[in-house]
């Protein structure tokens, strides 16, 4: 497995090009299963996560044409054209949806399309369980019939789905997005209550609507859609990452660096741009993205990770290296993922000072962090390690990097282009 290699403690300055939303890109690539017709997606980023998805609509007879490379060594996003012939294969099997949880967006569709689909149940992951329990309770009261047989999900919908008025038990950036594609082809009307509203999901809905989908409430916790017979071909560009831009912020932040981030925008990082000002750090919109510095020490500021709009899950791992070089202390609360702190014992054993009690972590700033071999558990665990190897003297040596190509397009090119000092070393293909 690949291992990447960082001497720390170079102030980062330059421009870094933020790619298309792993994120969302994943719940668009699914969409395309709810039409017969080209959905054209651009500003794909180019993540193990995406080819993942390729694989796994390939698999259901969607013909995947790819375009777009980088001209001059420069970013483009990639284009892919996605076409969903009525082939009606409808299995989605565990090698494919053991890599990513994210495989589970194909069950709405492909009740809504084909009225079956047999996937593989996701399982649990470093960051917790992760069941799926609220999207199937859901999809049920559309109509559909599920079992879980010998690890996967069985559904069937005889009639077809049919609308309903459904309030999620629980706030589900998935659930909602599964729910929502299902229900722009099931008849009548469909209510969904206590929707999560995270922009990702806002760029689903709006190329729902491109495809020829009827939705109210876009942006709102409440989604009022009216099932159509057939949605069409559209284009579609991917919104920016915001959670990759929040991790190269943390990255200026820690370096006393300055950066500007190309091809994003503030107010998908408004809640992470909101706390690190508050710590210190300088954040200006500027031509084309947002340019963030940091010229002074860092404040422990506390924070508790909550669905959009508030501070992100997604963000937890890489504020607390922030808060682990702080001048002062810091509570940071982690309220979605009941295991989301793998990173805390890899950061002590780089001079870190936290302790976990529960879902909070408490933070105590040191003058300085020290490179380390350090293993990387989850995606933005593995991103933590990164920012405390950028920030810590000597070197650091981040394992199992294979969970970082899932989310970070061009890592080592884009940081080494503002100054650090980074490289991969390859090894075997990851499992
Ligand atoms: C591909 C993608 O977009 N992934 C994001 C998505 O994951 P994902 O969609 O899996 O996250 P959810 O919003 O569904 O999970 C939130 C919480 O609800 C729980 N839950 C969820 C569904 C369910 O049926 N039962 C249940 O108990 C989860 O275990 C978790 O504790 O939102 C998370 C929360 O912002 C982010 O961290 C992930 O990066
Ligand atoms: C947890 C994440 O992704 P996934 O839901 O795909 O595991 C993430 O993007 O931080």
Same mark, same amino acid.
């Not at 001497?7 to 421009?15: A, K, N, P, T």
């Given at each position: 497995m690949d291992r990447i290699h960082i001497r720390g403690g170079q102030r980062l300055r330059g421009s870094i090009q933020i790619g298309g939303a792993k994120n969302a890109a994943l719940p668009l690539m699914a969409a395309s +299963?709810? *039409?017969e017709e080209t959905l054209t997606l651009s500003n &794909?980023?180019? +993540?193990v996560d995406i080819t993942t998805m390729t694989h796994l609509l390939a698999e259901l007879g969607v013909e995947v044409g790819m375009n777009g490379h980088a001209p001059n060594g420069g970013h483009v996003g990639r284009v892919f054209e996605l076409t969903a012939h009525? @082939?009606?294969?409808t299995v989605a099997p565990y090698e494919v949806v053991r890599k990513m949880r !994210? *495989?589970? &967006? @194909?069950l709405g569709p492909l009740l809504a399309r084909y009225g079956k689909g047999k996937v593989s149940l996701p399982g649990g992951c470093a960051i917790g369980t992760r069941p799926v329990d609220v999207h199937l309770g859901a999809l049920e009261q559309m109509g559909a019939v599920i079992e879980l047989k010998e690890g996967y999900i069985v559904a069937h919908a005889p009639d077809g789905l049919h609308g309903a008025h459904i309030t999620f038990p629980m706030v589900s950036v998935g659930a909602t997005e599964n729910l929502l594609m299902a229900a722009t082809l099931a008849k009548g009307e469909t209510v969904l209550s206590n929707c999560a509203r995270e922009p990702e999901i806002t760029d689903l809905a709006r190329c729902l609507v491109a495809m020829g989908a009827q939705i109210q409430g #876009?942006? *709102?916790d409440t989604l009022r859609v009216q099932g159509v017979d057939k949605l069409h071909g559209a284009k579609y560009s991917v919104l920016p990452d915001r959670i990759e831009t929040g991790s190269y912020a943390v990255a200026a932040a820690v370096t006393g660096g300055d950066l500007t981030l190309l091809g994003t925008r503030m107010d998908l990082i408004e809640s992470v741009a909101e706390v690190m000002k508050k710590c210190g750090v300088n954040f200006e919109e500027v031509d084309g993205g947002v340019r963030v510095w940091c010229d002074g020490p860092i404040r422990g500021v506390d924070v508790m990770t909550e669905p =959009?709009? !508030? =501070?992100?899950t997604d963000m937890q791992a890489q504020f607390m290296v922030m808060m682990a070089v702080s001048d002062g202390a810091s509570m940071i609360t982690e309220s #979605? =993922?009941?295991?989301? =702190?793998?990173h805390v014992p890899e950061l002590n054993r780089m001079g870190a000072n936290i302790n976990v009690h529960g879902r909070s972590a408490i933070v105590r700033g040191v003058k300085k962090l020290s490179g380390a071999p350090v293993m990387a558990t989850d995606l933005r665990a593995s991103m933590s390690l990164v920012l405390a190897g950028l920030a810590a003297e000597g070197e650091t040596t981040v394992n199992r990097v294979y969970h970082l190509d899932r989310g970070y397009e061009a890592l080592e090119q884009k940081l080494s282009a503002c100054g650090a000092i980074i490289e991969r070393e390859k090894g075997a293909p990851a499992e």
């Amino acid at each position: 497995m690949d291992r990447i290699h960082i001497r720390g403690g170079q102030r980062l300055r330059g421009s870094i090009q933020i790619g298309g939303a792993k994120n969302a890109a994943l719940p668009l690539m699914a969409a395309s +299963l709810l *039409s017969e017709e080209t959905l054209t997606l651009s500003n &794909l980023p180019h +993540l193990v996560d995406i080819t993942t998805m390729t694989h796994l609509l390939a698999e259901l007879g969607v013909e995947v044409g790819m375009n777009g490379h980088a001209p001059n060594g420069g970013h483009v996003g990639r284009v892919f054209e996605l076409t969903a012939h009525d @082939v009606g294969k409808t299995v989605a099997p565990y090698e494919v949806v053991r890599k990513m949880r !994210a *495989s589970v &967006l @194909v069950l709405g569709p492909l009740l809504a399309r084909y009225g079956k689909g047999k996937v593989s149940l996701p399982g649990g992951c470093a960051i917790g369980t992760r069941p799926v329990d609220v999207h199937l309770g859901a999809l049920e009261q559309m109509g559909a019939v599920i079992e879980l047989k010998e690890g996967y999900i069985v559904a069937h919908a005889p009639d077809g789905l049919h609308g309903a008025h459904i309030t999620f038990p629980m706030v589900s950036v998935g659930a909602t997005e599964n729910l929502l594609m299902a229900a722009t082809l099931a008849k009548g009307e469909t209510v969904l209550s206590n929707c999560a509203r995270e922009p990702e999901i806002t760029d689903l809905a709006r190329c729902l609507v491109a495809m020829g989908a009827q939705i109210q409430g #876009i942006g *709102s916790d409440t989604l009022r859609v009216q099932g159509v017979d057939k949605l069409h071909g559209a284009k579609y560009s991917v919104l920016p990452d915001r959670i990759e831009t929040g991790s190269y912020a943390v990255a200026a932040a820690v370096t006393g660096g300055d950066l500007t981030l190309l091809g994003t925008r503030m107010d998908l990082i408004e809640s992470v741009a909101e706390v690190m000002k508050k710590c210190g750090v300088n954040f200006e919109e500027v031509d084309g993205g947002v340019r963030v510095w940091c010229d002074g020490p860092i404040r422990g500021v506390d924070v508790m990770t909550e669905p =959009f709009p !508030a =501070f992100p899950t997604d963000m937890q791992a890489q504020f607390m290296v922030m808060m682990a070089v702080s001048d002062g202390a810091s509570m940071i609360t982690e309220s #979605i =993922f009941e295991n989301r =702190f793998m990173h805390v014992p890899e950061l002590n054993r780089m001079g870190a000072n936290i302790n976990v009690h529960g879902r909070s972590a408490i933070v105590r700033g040191v003058k300085k962090l020290s490179g380390a071999p350090v293993m990387a558990t989850d995606l933005r665990a593995s991103m933590s390690l990164v920012l405390a190897g950028l920030a810590a003297e000597g070197e650091t040596t981040v394992n199992r990097v294979y969970h970082l190509d899932r989310g970070y397009e061009a890592l080592e090119q884009k940081l080494s282009a503002c100054g650090a000092i980074i490289e991969r070393e390859k090894g075997a293909p990851a499992e």
